[in-house]
């Protein structure tokens, strides 16, 4: 289960989306040269709007371009991802502490569903479905803050992030970081803002401690 945004109508929002979906499975490596044309054939669609779709990833910071040369993936390096992951620790804590007190039944019962996925994946030792189901975990706590601009941009973030090495291609969650989940869904669910708020703010600080160390052990 993926969040994206909501389905458009024309050609340049459906490359959008799309693009956004490849770049979230891990289709492409972090720097890769885009090909505006392979694109466009691969969506069936002409270079125009996977051209307006492009440059709307480049605002949004998953693609860079230089003068002259073809659009990359952007890869991240570690200074750059110590400052997305400390943005992302104080929006989240934010998003956190607003769905303690607005979260529905309805996304509560679905964040205990994914935590209970989540458990399963990890009792399993099957990565990727762990992964999915810590990002639907972060996009309902953020959906469950009722914030629109603080989801989209928590949801750019989380994006961003998967240009930061070879590692995120497959994202690797480590017991050690998420273990946290149930603790986490229980504040929201007894309304309890701090706590909701604090643990949060270590959940994130885990996930980045973690993430730099498998990505030293992938550039070793």
């Known amino acids: 289960m993926v969040f994206e945004p909501e389905t458009r109508t024309t050609a340049a929002d459906r490359a959008y ?4 979906q490849k770049v979230f499975r891990g289709d492409f490596v972090p720097g890769q040269r885009v090909s505006q044309r392979r694109l466009a054939h691969e969506l069936g669609l002409s270079t125009v709007p996977v051209l307006e779709a492009m440059r709307r990833l480049e605002s949004d910071g998953l693609l860079v371009t230089a003068p002259h040369c073809m659009a990359r993936i952007r890869k991240l390096s570690l200074a750059e991802l110590e400052g997305l992951y400390l943005v992302r620790e104080g929006l989240e804590a934010i998003a956190a502490r607003l769905a303690a007190t607005r979260i529905s039944p309805e996304d509560l019962g679905q964040l205990r ?12 030792e099957d990565r990727r479905s762990m992964s999915q189901a810590d990002v639907v975990i972060h996009k309902l706590i953020a959906r469950a803050a009722q914030c629109p601009l603080l989801g989209e941009e928590l949801d750019r973030l989380m994006l961003i992030e998967r240009t930061a090495g070879e590692t995120q291609r497959a994202r690797p969650v480590l017991a050690s970081s998420y273990s946290s989940h149930r603790a986490l869904v229980q504040t929201l669910a007894d309304c309890d803002a701090d ?9 994130i600080q885990a996930g980045y401690r973690d993430l730099v160390q498998e990505l030293g052990r992938e550039q070793a």
């Open 113 to 124: 569903q994914f935590s209970d996925r989540f458990d399963k994946a990890m009792a399993a």
């Open 195 to 203: 706590a909701a708020e604090y643990f949060m703010k270590k959940h």
């Open 17 to 20: 989306v799309e693009i956004r």
